[in-house]
Protein backbone atom coordinates (compact mmCIF):
# COMPACT_ATOMS: atom_id res chain seq x y z
CA UNK A 1 0.00 0.00 0.00
CA UNK A 2 1.43 3.46 -0.79
CA UNK A 3 1.58 5.74 1.73
CA UNK A 4 -1.37 4.74 3.72
CA UNK A 5 -1.17 7.20 6.26
CA UNK A 6 -1.82 9.78 4.30
CA UNK A 7 -4.13 8.34 2.01
CA UNK A 8 -6.70 7.23 4.46
CA UNK A 9 -7.25 10.63 6.29
CA UNK A 10 -8.63 13.80 5.21
CA UNK A 11 -9.91 17.24 6.70
CA UNK A 12 -7.09 16.72 9.36
CA UNK A 13 -6.35 19.31 12.15
CA UNK A 14 -2.97 21.15 11.93
CA UNK A 15 -2.76 22.11 15.52
CA UNK A 16 -1.56 20.43 18.29
CA UNK A 17 -4.73 18.98 20.32
CA UNK A 18 -3.24 18.39 23.50
CA UNK A 19 -4.96 19.03 26.80
CA UNK A 20 -8.47 18.91 24.96
CA UNK A 21 -7.94 21.95 22.42
CA UNK A 22 -4.21 23.47 22.88
CA UNK A 23 -3.01 25.72 19.71
CA UNK A 24 0.10 26.02 20.20
CA UNK A 25 1.66 24.30 17.17
CA UNK A 26 4.74 22.12 18.41
CA UNK A 27 5.30 24.32 21.54
CA UNK A 28 3.96 21.54 24.20
CA UNK A 29 5.94 18.69 22.32
CA UNK A 30 9.16 20.47 21.98
CA UNK A 31 9.17 22.04 25.35
CA UNK A 32 9.15 19.13 27.10
CA UNK A 33 12.18 18.01 25.76
CA UNK A 34 14.26 20.52 27.89
CA UNK A 35 11.88 19.28 30.78
CA UNK A 36 12.07 15.41 31.16
CA UNK A 37 12.18 14.52 35.00
CA UNK A 38 12.85 10.58 35.22
CA UNK A 39 14.25 8.49 32.36
CA UNK A 40 12.37 6.60 29.59
CA UNK A 41 13.61 2.95 31.35
CA UNK A 42 11.64 4.37 34.73
CA UNK A 43 8.48 4.64 32.76
CA UNK A 44 8.69 1.82 30.48
CA UNK A 45 6.97 -1.04 32.72
CA UNK A 46 6.15 -3.82 29.79
CA UNK A 47 8.23 -6.44 32.55
CA UNK A 48 4.85 -6.27 34.75
CA UNK A 49 2.78 -7.82 32.38
CA UNK A 50 4.41 -10.81 33.00
CA UNK A 51 3.11 -11.19 36.76
CA UNK A 52 -0.32 -9.95 35.81
CA UNK A 53 -2.43 -13.02 34.54
CA UNK A 54 -5.95 -13.66 34.22
CA UNK A 55 -7.67 -16.12 31.90
CA UNK A 56 -8.07 -15.32 28.29
CA UNK A 57 -11.66 -14.28 27.74
CA UNK A 58 -11.81 -15.33 23.68
CA UNK A 59 -15.71 -15.47 23.59
CA UNK A 60 -15.26 -11.75 24.19
CA UNK A 61 -12.91 -11.45 21.69
CA UNK A 62 -14.98 -13.31 18.99
CA UNK A 63 -17.63 -11.35 19.73
CA UNK A 64 -15.96 -7.87 18.91
CA UNK A 65 -13.75 -9.56 16.16
CA UNK A 66 -16.80 -10.56 14.38
CA UNK A 67 -18.89 -7.28 15.01
CA UNK A 68 -15.67 -5.14 13.66
CA UNK A 69 -15.32 -7.35 10.49
CA UNK A 70 -19.18 -6.58 9.86
CA UNK A 71 -18.58 -3.13 10.34
CA UNK A 72 -16.19 -2.95 8.12
CA UNK A 73 -18.20 -4.71 5.83
CA UNK A 74 -21.01 -2.20 5.63
CA UNK A 75 -19.84 1.11 7.14
CA UNK A 76 -15.66 0.75 6.13
CA UNK A 77 -15.77 4.76 6.81
CA UNK A 78 -15.97 4.86 10.16
CA UNK A 79 -14.23 1.48 11.50
CA UNK A 80 -11.38 3.01 13.05
CA UNK A 81 -13.90 4.89 15.66
CA UNK A 82 -15.25 1.60 15.99
CA UNK A 83 -12.06 0.00 16.50
CA UNK A 84 -11.14 2.47 19.41
CA UNK A 85 -14.39 1.27 21.08
CA UNK A 86 -13.92 -2.47 20.57
CA UNK A 87 -10.44 -1.61 22.04
CA UNK A 88 -11.74 0.43 25.26
CA UNK A 89 -14.43 -1.96 25.29
CA UNK A 90 -12.02 -5.26 26.05
CA UNK A 91 -9.50 -3.45 27.81
CA UNK A 92 -11.60 -1.92 30.46
CA UNK A 93 -10.03 1.11 30.23
CA UNK A 94 -10.94 4.87 30.71
CA UNK A 95 -9.71 5.47 26.93
CA UNK A 96 -8.50 3.96 23.42
CA UNK A 97 -7.70 4.76 20.19
CA UNK A 98 -5.75 4.95 17.17
CA UNK A 99 -1.79 6.63 16.48
CA UNK A 100 -0.73 6.69 12.83
CA UNK A 101 2.46 8.20 11.47
CA UNK A 102 2.30 11.17 9.33
CA UNK A 103 4.25 13.97 7.90
CA UNK A 104 3.52 17.44 9.27
CA UNK A 105 5.65 20.90 7.77
CA UNK A 106 8.89 18.02 7.23
CA UNK A 107 8.69 16.48 10.55
CA UNK A 108 7.29 13.03 11.45
CA UNK A 109 3.80 12.82 14.13
CA UNK A 110 1.50 10.75 15.41
CA UNK A 111 -1.74 11.87 15.21
CA UNK A 112 -4.24 10.51 17.66
CA UNK A 113 -7.01 9.60 14.98
CA UNK A 114 -9.95 7.52 16.80
CA UNK A 115 -10.48 7.62 20.45
CA UNK A 116 -12.92 6.40 22.91
CA UNK A 117 -14.10 7.09 25.99
CA UNK A 118 -12.44 10.24 28.63
CA UNK A 119 -9.74 10.99 26.23
CA UNK A 120 -12.36 11.30 22.87
CA UNK A 121 -11.77 15.43 23.24
CA UNK A 122 -8.59 15.00 22.27
CA UNK A 123 -9.36 13.43 18.85
CA UNK A 124 -7.10 14.33 15.75
CA UNK A 125 -3.93 15.89 18.52
CA UNK A 126 -0.85 14.65 17.29
CA UNK A 127 2.59 14.11 18.88
CA UNK A 128 6.20 13.77 17.39
CA UNK A 129 6.99 10.70 16.24
CA UNK A 130 11.02 10.58 17.73
CA UNK A 131 9.61 11.69 21.75
CA UNK A 132 6.35 9.53 22.22
CA UNK A 133 5.42 6.30 23.52
CA UNK A 134 4.00 5.55 20.44
CA UNK A 135 7.61 5.81 18.63
CA UNK A 136 8.69 3.95 21.37
CA UNK A 137 6.55 1.10 20.40
CA UNK A 138 7.02 1.28 17.01
CA UNK A 139 10.64 1.09 16.90
CA UNK A 140 10.43 -1.70 19.19
CA UNK A 141 7.83 -3.35 17.02
CA UNK A 142 6.59 -4.62 20.40
CA UNK A 143 3.54 -4.09 22.87
CA UNK A 144 4.86 -1.61 25.72
CA UNK A 145 3.24 -0.80 29.04
CA UNK A 146 3.87 2.40 30.68
CA UNK A 147 3.15 3.83 33.81
CA UNK A 148 2.73 7.27 34.25
CA UNK A 149 3.86 8.43 31.29
CA UNK A 150 4.27 12.25 32.17
CA UNK A 151 7.15 11.79 34.25
CA UNK A 152 9.07 11.65 30.96
CA UNK A 153 6.93 12.79 28.51
CA UNK A 154 6.22 16.32 30.14
CA UNK A 155 3.50 17.43 27.43
CA UNK A 156 1.63 14.80 28.71
CA UNK A 157 1.43 16.10 32.30
CA UNK A 158 -1.08 18.73 30.67
CA UNK A 159 -3.53 16.16 29.55
CA UNK A 160 -6.34 15.71 31.47
CA UNK A 161 -7.76 13.50 33.39
CA UNK A 162 -3.85 12.28 33.90
CA UNK A 163 -2.42 9.02 31.69
CA UNK A 164 -1.27 6.87 35.30
CA UNK A 165 -1.13 3.38 32.67
CA UNK A 166 -1.26 2.84 29.00
CA UNK A 167 -0.83 -0.09 26.93
CA UNK A 168 0.60 0.13 23.38
CA UNK A 169 0.88 -2.30 20.68
CA UNK A 170 2.20 -1.50 17.10
CA UNK A 171 1.02 -2.39 13.71
CA UNK A 172 2.36 -2.51 10.73
CA UNK A 173 0.70 -2.89 6.59
CA UNK A 174 2.78 -4.62 4.09
CA UNK A 175 5.66 -4.87 6.71
CA UNK A 176 5.59 -1.07 7.22
CA UNK A 177 4.86 -0.52 10.89
CA UNK A 178 1.93 2.95 10.64
CA UNK A 179 0.86 3.27 14.17
CA UNK A 180 0.13 2.15 17.17
CA UNK A 181 -3.19 1.07 18.92
CA UNK A 182 -3.56 1.85 22.56
CA UNK A 183 -5.48 1.77 25.58
CA UNK A 184 -4.98 4.37 28.74
CA UNK A 185 -6.36 4.02 32.34
CA UNK A 186 -6.70 7.01 34.57
CA UNK A 187 -6.28 5.85 38.24
CA UNK A 188 -4.45 2.95 39.95
CA UNK A 189 -7.74 0.43 40.13
CA UNK A 190 -7.42 -0.26 36.41
CA UNK A 191 -4.23 -1.93 36.21
CA UNK A 192 -3.54 -3.88 32.46
CA UNK A 193 -2.38 -7.31 32.16
CA UNK A 194 -1.41 -10.19 29.68
CA UNK A 195 -4.88 -10.91 28.57
CA UNK A 196 -5.02 -7.04 27.79
CA UNK A 197 -1.73 -7.20 25.69
CA UNK A 198 -2.77 -10.32 24.00
CA UNK A 199 -6.33 -8.83 23.38
CA UNK A 200 -4.74 -5.74 21.99
CA UNK A 201 -2.15 -7.74 19.64
CA UNK A 202 -5.46 -9.48 18.14
CA UNK A 203 -6.79 -5.81 17.26
CA UNK A 204 -3.85 -4.84 15.90
CA UNK A 205 -4.20 -7.40 13.32
CA UNK A 206 -7.38 -6.73 12.74
CA UNK A 207 -6.20 -2.76 12.32
CA UNK A 208 -3.69 -4.07 9.54
CA UNK A 209 -6.12 -5.19 7.87
CA UNK A 210 -8.11 -2.57 7.93
CA UNK A 211 -6.06 -0.22 6.55
CA UNK A 212 -5.24 -2.39 3.64
CA UNK A 213 -9.19 -3.07 3.02
CA UNK A 214 -9.53 0.54 3.31
CA UNK A 215 -6.44 1.41 1.25
CA UNK A 216 -7.93 -0.73 -1.57
CA UNK A 217 -11.09 0.88 -1.37
CA UNK A 218 -10.02 4.18 -1.70
CA UNK A 219 -7.74 3.31 -4.91
CA UNK A 220 -10.67 1.76 -6.21
CA UNK A 221 -12.80 4.83 -6.08
CA UNK A 222 -10.25 6.83 -7.05
CA UNK A 223 -9.33 4.91 -10.11
CA UNK A 224 -13.35 4.86 -10.81
CA UNK A 225 -12.94 8.56 -10.76
CA UNK A 226 -10.32 9.07 -12.97
CA UNK A 227 -12.14 6.79 -15.57
CA UNK A 228 -15.70 8.61 -15.37
CA UNK A 229 -13.38 11.82 -15.47
CA UNK A 230 -11.49 10.40 -18.53
CA UNK A 231 -14.86 9.45 -20.27
CA UNK A 232 -15.90 12.67 -20.03
CA UNK A 233 -12.96 14.24 -21.64
CA UNK A 234 -13.17 11.61 -24.40
CA UNK A 235 -16.68 12.70 -25.14
CA UNK A 236 -15.77 16.36 -25.13
CA UNK A 237 -12.51 15.55 -27.14
CA UNK A 238 -14.28 13.76 -29.88
CA UNK A 239 -17.24 16.06 -30.02
CA UNK A 240 -15.04 19.06 -30.86
CA UNK A 241 -13.51 17.46 -34.21
CA UNK A 242 -16.41 15.72 -35.22
CA UNK A 243 -18.32 19.09 -34.49
CA UNK A 244 -16.09 21.06 -36.74
CA UNK A 245 -16.19 18.35 -39.60
CA UNK A 246 -19.63 18.07 -39.88
CA UNK A 247 -19.96 21.85 -40.08
CA UNK A 248 -17.90 22.08 -42.63
CA UNK A 249 -19.65 19.31 -44.76
CA UNK A 250 -22.73 21.43 -44.32
CA UNK A 251 -21.34 24.70 -45.79
CA UNK A 252 -19.32 23.14 -48.34
CA UNK A 253 -22.50 21.15 -49.48
CA UNK A 254 -25.33 23.56 -48.79
CA UNK A 255 -24.29 26.40 -51.53
CA UNK A 256 -21.54 27.17 -54.61
CA UNK A 257 -18.28 28.05 -52.38
CA UNK A 258 -14.89 29.73 -53.61
CA UNK A 259 -11.99 27.95 -54.20
CA UNK A 260 -10.27 29.17 -50.91
CA UNK A 261 -13.05 28.22 -48.47
CA UNK A 262 -13.32 24.95 -50.05
CA UNK A 263 -9.40 24.46 -49.68
CA UNK A 264 -9.85 25.63 -45.84
CA UNK A 265 -13.05 23.56 -45.24
CA UNK A 266 -11.01 20.20 -46.84
CA UNK A 267 -8.58 21.16 -44.42
CA UNK A 268 -10.53 21.22 -41.49
CA UNK A 269 -12.42 18.22 -41.87
CA UNK A 270 -8.72 16.41 -42.62
CA UNK A 271 -7.16 18.37 -39.33
CA UNK A 272 -10.79 16.94 -37.60
CA UNK A 273 -10.29 13.10 -38.91
CA UNK A 274 -6.80 13.18 -38.28
CA UNK A 275 -7.05 14.23 -34.27
CA UNK A 276 -10.11 11.58 -34.13
CA UNK A 277 -7.80 9.13 -35.58
CA UNK A 278 -5.04 9.83 -33.04
CA UNK A 279 -6.99 9.51 -30.56
CA UNK A 280 -8.54 6.13 -31.65
CA UNK A 281 -5.26 5.01 -31.99
CA UNK A 282 -4.13 5.44 -28.80
CA UNK A 283 -7.50 3.97 -26.98
CA UNK A 284 -7.06 1.22 -29.32
CA UNK A 285 -3.26 0.79 -27.75
CA UNK A 286 -4.44 1.08 -24.26
CA UNK A 287 -6.85 -1.45 -24.96
CA UNK A 288 -4.24 -3.71 -25.85
CA UNK A 289 -1.86 -2.85 -23.43
CA UNK A 290 -4.25 -3.69 -20.68
CA UNK A 291 -5.25 -7.04 -22.68
CA UNK A 292 -1.50 -8.12 -22.86
CA UNK A 293 -2.11 -7.88 -26.83
CA UNK A 294 0.88 -5.83 -28.35
CA UNK A 295 3.14 -7.35 -30.31
CA UNK A 296 6.73 -6.29 -30.82
CA UNK A 297 8.09 -7.30 -34.08
CA UNK A 298 12.46 -6.62 -32.98
CA UNK A 299 14.96 -5.69 -35.86
CA UNK A 300 17.70 -3.74 -36.69
CA UNK A 301 17.21 0.18 -36.51
CA UNK A 302 18.97 3.28 -37.13
CA UNK A 303 17.78 5.84 -34.11
CA UNK A 304 19.65 8.67 -35.73
CA UNK A 305 17.07 8.14 -38.74
CA UNK A 306 13.47 7.81 -36.88
CA UNK A 307 14.25 10.95 -34.93
CA UNK A 308 15.37 12.80 -38.08
CA UNK A 309 11.97 11.81 -39.70
CA UNK A 310 9.71 12.58 -37.02
CA UNK A 311 11.50 16.48 -36.77
CA UNK A 312 10.44 16.55 -40.50
CA UNK A 313 6.91 15.41 -39.77
CA UNK A 314 6.26 18.02 -36.66
CA UNK A 315 8.27 20.79 -38.59
CA UNK A 316 5.48 22.42 -40.73
CA UNK A 317 3.33 22.38 -37.66
CA UNK A 318 6.32 24.04 -35.46
CA UNK A 319 6.99 26.23 -38.35
CA UNK A 320 3.50 27.32 -38.06
CA UNK A 321 3.34 28.14 -34.62
CA UNK A 322 6.54 30.22 -35.05
CA UNK A 323 8.43 27.72 -32.70
CA UNK A 324 12.01 27.03 -33.70
CA UNK A 325 12.98 23.27 -33.67
CA UNK A 326 16.66 22.84 -32.73
CA UNK A 327 18.30 19.49 -33.78
CA UNK A 328 21.60 17.58 -32.65
CA UNK A 329 22.44 14.07 -33.52
CA UNK A 330 25.65 11.98 -32.16
CA UNK A 331 28.14 11.88 -34.71
CA UNK A 332 27.57 8.06 -33.45
CA UNK A 333 25.90 5.53 -34.77
CA UNK A 334 22.70 4.95 -32.47
CA UNK A 335 21.76 1.53 -33.91
CA UNK A 336 18.84 -0.36 -31.91
CA UNK A 337 16.91 -3.16 -31.70
CA UNK A 338 13.37 -2.85 -31.88
CA UNK A 339 9.91 -2.28 -33.43
CA UNK A 340 10.16 0.41 -35.84
CA UNK A 341 6.65 1.13 -35.46
CA UNK A 342 6.79 1.78 -31.73
CA UNK A 343 9.82 3.64 -31.81
CA UNK A 344 8.68 5.97 -34.69
CA UNK A 345 5.49 6.44 -32.25
CA UNK A 346 7.05 7.17 -28.94
CA UNK A 347 9.25 9.52 -30.56
CA UNK A 348 6.45 11.20 -32.38
CA UNK A 349 4.36 11.79 -29.44
CA UNK A 350 7.60 13.09 -27.72
CA UNK A 351 7.87 15.81 -30.40
CA UNK A 352 4.16 16.25 -30.73
CA UNK A 353 3.56 17.01 -27.24
CA UNK A 354 6.38 19.04 -27.14
CA UNK A 355 5.10 21.57 -30.45
CA UNK A 356 1.11 20.97 -28.97
CA UNK A 357 2.50 22.22 -25.26
CA UNK A 358 5.11 25.27 -26.46
CA UNK A 359 3.80 29.12 -27.28
CA UNK A 360 4.27 30.77 -30.52
CA UNK A 361 8.10 31.84 -30.42
CA UNK A 362 9.00 29.45 -28.22
CA UNK A 363 11.86 26.97 -29.09
CA UNK A 364 12.31 23.11 -29.13
CA UNK A 365 15.82 21.41 -28.40
CA UNK A 366 16.43 17.83 -29.67
CA UNK A 367 19.44 15.80 -29.02
CA UNK A 368 20.49 12.01 -29.71
CA UNK A 369 23.57 10.55 -28.42
CA UNK A 370 25.06 7.79 -26.88
CA UNK A 371 25.85 7.89 -23.41
CA UNK A 372 26.91 4.85 -21.19
CA UNK A 373 25.88 2.06 -23.57
CA UNK A 374 22.59 3.16 -24.24
CA UNK A 375 20.78 5.27 -26.76
CA UNK A 376 19.59 8.68 -24.93
CA UNK A 377 16.93 11.07 -26.59
CA UNK A 378 16.41 14.39 -25.11
CA UNK A 379 13.49 16.68 -25.87
CA UNK A 380 12.96 20.03 -24.44
CA UNK A 381 10.85 22.64 -24.50
CA UNK A 382 10.29 26.07 -23.40
CA UNK A 383 6.66 25.46 -22.93
CA UNK A 384 4.11 25.33 -19.93
CA UNK A 385 6.16 22.82 -17.86
CA UNK A 386 4.82 20.43 -15.36
CA UNK A 387 3.99 21.23 -12.20
CA UNK A 388 5.85 19.60 -9.30
CA UNK A 389 2.60 17.79 -8.03
CA UNK A 390 2.10 16.02 -11.51
CA UNK A 391 5.11 14.79 -12.40
CA UNK A 392 4.66 11.77 -10.60
CA UNK A 393 1.58 10.98 -12.57
CA UNK A 394 2.47 12.32 -16.01
CA UNK A 395 3.25 8.50 -16.99
CA UNK A 396 -0.34 6.95 -15.39
CA UNK A 397 -3.15 6.02 -18.05
CA UNK A 398 -6.46 8.19 -17.12
CA UNK A 399 -4.85 10.45 -15.15
CA UNK A 400 -4.23 14.02 -16.43
CA UNK A 401 -1.32 16.18 -14.22
CA UNK A 402 -3.71 18.85 -15.17
CA UNK A 403 -7.00 18.59 -16.76
CA UNK A 404 -7.06 22.27 -18.04
CA UNK A 405 -4.17 22.06 -19.79
CA UNK A 406 -5.24 19.01 -21.31
CA UNK A 407 -8.82 20.84 -22.06
CA UNK A 408 -6.87 23.56 -23.53
CA UNK A 409 -4.32 21.95 -25.90
CA UNK A 410 -6.93 18.84 -26.76
CA UNK A 411 -6.02 15.21 -26.90
CA UNK A 412 -6.64 12.25 -24.21
CA UNK A 413 -3.62 12.48 -22.40
CA UNK A 414 -2.38 8.80 -23.31
CA UNK A 415 0.19 9.54 -25.73
CA UNK A 416 2.57 9.11 -22.35
CA UNK A 417 1.58 6.30 -20.90
CA UNK A 418 1.53 4.22 -24.44
CA UNK A 419 4.98 5.39 -25.14
CA UNK A 420 6.29 4.60 -21.61
CA UNK A 421 4.69 0.78 -21.74
CA UNK A 422 6.19 0.36 -25.19
CA UNK A 423 9.42 2.23 -24.55
CA UNK A 424 9.59 -0.22 -21.19
CA UNK A 425 9.09 -3.17 -23.52
CA UNK A 426 12.29 -2.37 -25.32
CA UNK A 427 13.99 -2.56 -22.29
CA UNK A 428 14.23 1.11 -22.22
CA UNK A 429 13.47 3.92 -19.58
CA UNK A 430 11.65 7.27 -20.10
CA UNK A 431 11.62 10.06 -17.47
CA UNK A 432 10.06 13.47 -17.39
CA UNK A 433 11.68 16.68 -15.49
CA UNK A 434 10.64 19.92 -15.19
CA UNK A 435 11.07 23.41 -12.92
CA UNK A 436 7.57 23.99 -12.93
CA UNK A 437 5.20 25.92 -14.73
CA UNK A 438 6.02 28.12 -17.08
CA UNK A 439 9.36 27.13 -17.06
CA UNK A 440 9.04 24.10 -19.62
CA UNK A 441 10.09 20.47 -19.94
CA UNK A 442 12.20 17.60 -20.75
CA UNK A 443 11.79 14.09 -21.57
CA UNK A 444 14.59 11.63 -21.18
CA UNK A 445 14.61 8.20 -23.26
CA UNK A 446 17.19 5.88 -23.17
CA UNK A 447 16.83 2.51 -25.00
CA UNK A 448 19.56 -0.21 -24.98
CA UNK A 449 22.58 0.32 -28.24
CA UNK A 450 22.42 -2.94 -29.83
CA UNK A 451 25.40 -5.17 -29.79
Not at 125 to 137: D, L, M, N, Y
Not at 205 to 222: G, H, R
Not at 317 to 344: K, M, N
Not at 347 to 361: E, I, M, W
Amino acid sequence: MENPDKSLLSNRDPGLNLAGGSDRRGELVESSLADVAVGLENVVATQELANRRRPPDYEAENRALVSLAQHLASSPATILEKLAEATLELCQGHSAGLSLIEEDRGRPIFRWLAIAGRFAKNVRGTTQREFSPCGVVVDTNAVQLFKRPGRHYAYLDEVSPPIVEALLQPFSVNGRPIGTIWAMANDDERKFDSEDARALASLASFASNAFQVLSSLQAANEADQRKDDFLALLSHEMRNPLHTALTWVEVLNGKTVDAEVRNRGFAAISRSITSITRMTDDLLDISKITAGKVSIEIQDIDLKMVVQNCVDAILGAATEARIEVDVALDEESLAIRGDPTRIQQIVGNLLSNAVKFTPAGGKISVRARSHDGKAEITVSDTGEGIPPESLPFIFQRFRQGDASVTRRHGGLGLGLAVAKHFVERHGGTIEADSAGQGRGSTLTLRLPLAV
